[in-house]
């Protein structure tokens, strides 16, 4: 395993938990007990690491390595367009939470976000990334490495992953006990 596509499947795991952290405050807004500035958080989160972070280091780093290498173009392509249906998701999600919450639109739509990025994550995980791995020599995924720092430190700057991770830890705490 490489250091490169672990850190992307770090970054799965942070989402994958951060969608739990979503259908828990859809819940709440069901029943009333919505925190709105937590709800602008999260989607602020969602924005910030999961689409310019995370998908600009597979759609900007990882998948041009990946066709370079030979990798199936059809592949590259379904993901990079199931990104883009995850952009429409988030902003079905911010339409159903500004400028005034309609808590059943948010949660149907925090329920279709979690399944789909769910389903493209598990994809990613057990096709995409044991190809990568396959495809891409050594020094290779070393570069890629390198090349997800200095992108992450251009887009998100110096320590701002750390602080949005200390933010998934206490909604963590705060939403999932």
Not at 7 to 22: F, G, N, P, Y
Not at 97 to 104: G, R
Not at 120 to 132: G, R, Y
Request: glycine fraction near 8%.
């Amino acid at each position: 395993m490489s250091q490169a596509i672990d850190a992307l499947r770090h970054e799965h795991d942070a989402i994958l938990s951060t969608l739990q952290i979503l259908r828990r405050m859809a819940g709440r807004a069901r029943q009333g007990s919505a925190d709105a500035s937590d709800i602008a958080a999260l989607l602020g989160f969602l924005q910030e690491f999961v689409d310019k972070c995370h998908h600009g280091k597979e759609e900007g780093l990882l998948f041009p390595a990946l066709q370079r290498a030979g990798l199936q173009a059809d592949l590259v392509g379904e993901l990079s367009a199931e990104h883009e249906q995850g952009r429409a998701l988030v902003a079905a999600l911010r339409r159903a939470s500004t400028p005034v919450l309609d808590a059943e639109a948010f949660g149907a739509a925090a329920g279709d976000y979690a399944a789909f990025l769910k389903r493209h994550i598990a994809k990613e995980n057990d096709v995409l990334f044991p190809q990568a791995e396959q495809a891409l020599g050594a020094d290779e995924l070393d570069a890629l490495q390198q090349a997800f720092a200095a992108f992450e430190l251009q887009v998100i700057g110096q320590g701002r992953h750390e602080e949005l991770h200390d933010l998934l830890h206490r909604w963590k705490a705060t939403y999932l006990g």
